[in-house]
């Protein structure tokens, strides 16, 4: 099993950036693809971007397109989310996720957090207006 734990979330106003970090331990971290999630108050997780494992291929939602970017380090067992151009709307808990034992490559798994099978505790960023 993997473990992971996020950290770069913060309080910040509209149109700032912010970088959050994944660090994962406890298993070979390269063969893992990766994703970013979020829960904001009163709503359902929702699937933001995710990695292939080699870092070749990444997929985003509509939502966050052309203002994040994900992105992975395997020397360092880490993966990345660089956050632009925050909104008001992107305030939410942000969850990294790992989908271990793939297996498939430079493939990616689907957008549902049930694809997923190792999670991070979340870390909590908010966006002032």
């Known amino acids: 099993q993997v473990q992971l734990v996020e950290s770069g979330g913060g309080l910040v106003q509209a149109g700032d950036s912010l970088r959050l970090s994944c660090a994962a331990s406890g298993r070979t971290f390269g063969s893992d693809p990766m994703g970013w999630f979020r829960q904001a108050p009163g709503k359902e997780r929702e699937f933001v971007a995710k990695?292939?494992?080699?870092?070749?291929?990444?997929v985003y939602a509509d939502s966050v397109k052309g203002r994040f970017t994900i992105s992975r380090d395997n020397a360092k067992n880490t993966v990345y989310l660089q956050m632009n151009s925050l909104k008001p709307e992107d305030t939410a808990v942000y969850y990294c996720?790992?989908?271990?034992?793939w297996g498939l490559g430079s493939l990616l798994p689907s957008n549902d957090e049930l694809d997923y099978n190792s999670w991070g505790q979340g870390t909590q960023v908010t966006v002032s207006s």
């Open positions: 996720a790992a989908r271990t034992s």
């Open positions: 990695i292939s494992a080699n870092g070749r291929r990444t």
